[in-house]
C-alpha cells in the first residue's frame, strides 16, 4: 500500500525558511513523478512543485526561485526547501503522487508565515 508521510511544517516569521519531507513507501519510488501542493484556509489546493522520474522540474509562478524541490530516491524521500517564505504562503502542504492513473496524497503538514 502506498504510503505518503509529510514533516518539516512549523510556524515561521516572514523571510524565514523552512524544509519540508515527504518518505514514501510501499512504491518503486524512482519510477514516478512526484510533488507538492498547498492549500490554504478557505482556498482550493494548489499545484506547488514537481519533480518528475526524468529530473524535470517545475514550479508555479508564485514561488519560484523561493522555492526548491529535490528528491533522493535511496531514501525515498521528496523535499521542499522554503526560503523567503511570506504570509501567503501559510497552507497546509501535501505531498503528491501521480501512480498509474491513481493519486496518492500525504496527510499534509501546516507551514504558517506570521509575524
Known amino acids: 500500500q502506498v504510503q505518503l508521510v509529510e514533516s518539516g511544517g512549523g510556524s515561521v516569521q516572514p523571510g524565514g525558511s523552512l524544509r519540508l519531507s515527504c518518505v514514501a513507501s510501499g512504491i518503486a519510488f524512482s519510477i514516478y513523478d512526484i510533488g507538492w501542493y498547498r492549500q490554504a484556509p478557505g482556498n482550493q489546493r494548489e499545484w506547488v512543485a514537481t519533480?518528475?522520474?526524468?529530473?524535470?522540474?517545475s514550479y508555479v509562478d508564485s514561488v519560484k526561485g523561493r522555492f526548491t524541490i529535490s528528491r533522493d530516491n535511496s531514501k525515498s524521500t521528496v523535499y521542499l526547501q522554503m526560503n523567503s517564505l511570506k504570509p501567503e504562503d501559510t497552507a497546509v502542504y501535501f505531498c503528491?503522487?501521480?501512480?498509474?492513473?491513481?493519486?496518492?496524497w500525504g496527510k499534509g503538514t501546516l507551514v504558517t508565515v506570521s509575524s
Open positions: 519533480d518528475s522520474r526524468e529530473g524535470r522540474i
Open positions: 503528491w503522487m501521480p501512480i498509474r492513473g491513481m493519486t496518492f
